[in-house]
């Protein structure tokens, strides 16, 4: 699975599970919506991780409890 496919499953699983559209996320997080748009269709292709940093500190957990996934555990390389 490429990254930025888990990426999106990620935010969509945390949008489900905190109960929020993915609107809602990028306004508790100071994203824009595009950005989070961008990171939910896959269409960022190398994500920074400063706005998964972001995400993290507006939801209050962990870079850790971020990646902390099965879904994380076979990412492919694109090079």
Do not use: W
Request: aromatic letters at 6%; one cysteine or more.
């Amino acid at each position: 699975m490429k990254l930025s496919t888990a990426i999106s499953k990620k935010i969509l699983h945390i949008c489900a599970e905190y109960n929020i559209t993915p609107n809602k996320l990028a306004s508790i997080c100071c994203l824009t919506q595009s950005t989070v748009q961008k990171l939910i269709s896959e269409k960022s292709n190398n994500p920074k991780l400063l706005t998964i940093i972001r995400i993290c500190e507006g939801l209050n957990i962990s870079l850790k409890d971020f990646f902390d996934d099965e879904i994380f555990s076979k990412i492919e390389r694109e090079d």
